[in-house]
């Protein structure tokens, strides 16, 4: 019969197992404080879904970083954020605030994130219901009506007035109203007190399917532009490897979303499959919405996260002739060139 025989370690074999413990501790300690920290400012949007892929993944890890999430409901206070250090980058949408800090030097625009493109559903117009009975029924309809919107200035405020520009109607004809955040517009719509609202397809879903709101069309489809962007603060920018870490790691994720995701979309959905649902699912996480909503809701992204510097530029005068934006810079004062890739 054989016996178990206890192993006792010889005092000094103990010493040096222990050390050797001790020192993949402390070298384990090490590669968790050579990380570069970073606070980085977002929606709970689809238009963002890089950033939830690349946190989700450990591809900001992988590439030297320790990114915290903040979560906002709307796209200017980020951008205030940003300006202030309380975050060191912002992904979220242009806005006339925005502009204005860039145009005081105190942030930067370093990427591209999300654009409206034909085909890939992301802020849609609405109607309520009995605006919508009582006629309401296309976005050239829109004429003269009490619209929400998060803010003025807004990237949904830049929407109406490009739809505006396209249908011949004059944008100081329609009562704008800022509501201040996504829901409260929600809110807004669903409770009658505006005709309609511009909302991001995730936000406007529940909307729909509780039949609280009728959609008459998408912005991508109607006047495509440069949604979204990635900036950065003074400080951040003084990084240089922190910058470059971060759009490496983004532009991993970019090319992994348009690759799986946005390939895949048909009348402007994507399917659920064993290469699909991994980055749906993790999408579905950071925007609070389930797989089966997330769908029909994956914003067009440039898959080598390049910037289309030319409609930045056309933005910037419009809202310059709208008296949203200060006068007196151009794109070019507020595009970190070193990093962004023109498109």
């Given at each position: 019969m054989l016996r178990h025989r206890s192993f006792k370690a010889?005092?000094?074999?103990?010493?040096?197992?222990?050390?050797?413990?001790?020192?993949?501790?402390?070298?384990?300690?090490?590669?968790?404080?050579?990380?570069?920290?970073?606070?980085?400012?977002?929606?709970?949007?689809?238009?963002?879904?890089?950033?939830?892929?690349?946190?989700?993944?450990?591809y900001f890890r992988d590439a030297g970083l320790d990114v915290e999430l903040k979560f906002f409901d709307a796209a200017q206070p980020i951008a205030v954020a940003t300006a202030s250090g309380d975050v060191d980058f912002g992904v979220t949408a242009f806005t006339a605030g925005l502009y204005n800090l860039a145009g005081k030097g105190v942030l930067k625009v370093i990427g591209g994130m999300s654009r409206e493109k034909a085909g890939f559903p992301l802020i849609g117009y609405f109607a309520s219901n009995n605006a919508y009975a009582a006629g309401l029924k296309t976005p050239k309809d829109l004429a003269g009506k009490r619209i929400a919107v998060t803010q003025v200035g807004s990237s949904f405020h830049y929407s109406l007035g490009l739809l505006a520009d396209k249908y011949g109607f004059k944008l100081g004809d329609v009562k704008v109203l800022p509501m201040q955040s996504l829901s409260n517009a929600a809110a807004a719509l669903k409770g009658e007190t505006v005709d309609a609202a511009l909302l991001p397809v995730s936000t406007a879903r529940k909307l729909m399917d509780d039949n609280g709101a009728k959609l008459l069309g998408w912005v991508g489809d109607e006047t495509p532009w440069q949604?979204?962007?990635?900036?950065?603060?003074?400080?951040?920018?003084?990084?240089?490897?922190?910058?470059?870490?971060?759009?490496?790691?983004?532009?991993?994720?970019?090319?992994?979303?348009h690759d799986?995701?946005?390939?895949?979309?048909?009348?402007?959905?994507?399917?659920?499959?064993?290469?699909?649902?991994?980055?749906?699912e993790i999408i579905?996480?950071?925007?609070?919405?389930?797989?089966?909503?997330?769908?029909?809701?994956?914003?067009?992204?440039d898959p080598d996260g390049k910037?289309?510097?030319?409609?930045?530029?056309?933005?910037?005068?419009?809202?310059?002739?709208?008296?949203?934006?200060?006068?007196?810079f151009t794109a070019d004062a507020i595009i970190a060139k070193d990093y962004v890739k023109p498109d």
């Open positions: 010889h005092p000094g074999v103990a010493r040096l197992m222990l050390t050797g413990l001790l020192a993949l501790t402390t070298m384990g300690i090490a590669r968790a404080d050579d990380l570069l920290k970073a606070k980085v400012g977002v929606l709970r949007l689809s238009s963002s879904a890089p950033v939830f892929i690349a946190q989700d993944k450990g949604l979204g962007a990635v900036f950065a603060s003074p400080k951040a920018l003084a990084n240089k490897a922190l910058v470059t870490k971060l759009l490496g790691a983004l532009e991993r994720a970019d090319r992994e979303y799986v995701i946005l390939a895949a979309v048909t009348d402007g959905k994507a399917p659920i499959n064993d290469k699909t649902k991994p980055l749906l579905a996480k950071y925007t609070n919405l389930p797989v089966e909503q997330v769908v029909g809701n994956c914003a067009y992204i910037l289309d510097v030319k409609n930045v530029a056309n933005q910037i005068g419009w809202l310059q002739e709208q008296g949203f934006v200060d006068k007196g």
